[in-house]
């Protein structure tokens, strides 16, 4: 099996900074594009930023010039480090992998279970 596990959440002021985690472990033979998400309470999940396996990078228009998607192929990991935060980035933020199990399977998506991001005064 996968697991995604997020971390670095929690409770910020407007204007601060966060950096979110995700580590991926378990049966991982090549992990493509890996992705992050968020979901406001009463509103559909919405992509924030992804990144390949090259490092190319998208962002959310919310979020351009704000927010930045690195990656660490060595650890299967990839952060979101937040700036300029504002109340609506409110959220729990998900991590998202695109994961080939073995070299002849298909790329099958997996989910981690969130992570709460709170900005507010």
């Known amino acids: 099996q996968v697991r995604l596990v997020e971390s670095g959440g929690g409770l910020v002021q407007p204007g601060r900074s966060l950096r979110l985690s995700c580590a991926a472990s378990g049966s991982i033979f090549i992990i493509s594009t890996m992705s992050w998400y968020r979901q406001a309470p009463g509103k559909q999940r919405e992509l924030v930023a992804s990144?390949?396996?090259?490092?190319?990078?998208n962002y959310a228009d919310s979020v351009k010039g704000r927010f930045t998607i690195s990656r660490d192929s060595a650890k299967n990991a990839i952060y979101l480090r937040m700036n300029s935060l504002r109340p609506e980035d409110t959220a729990v933020y998900y991590c998202?992998?695109?994961?080939?199990?073995?070299?002849?399977?298909?790329?099958?998506?997996?989910w981690g279970e969130g992570t709460l991001v709170t900005v507010s005064s």
């Open positions: 990144i390949t396996s090259t490092g190319s990078t």
């Open positions: 998202k992998a695109g994961v080939r199990r073995t070299s002849t399977d298909y790329v099958g998506n997996y």
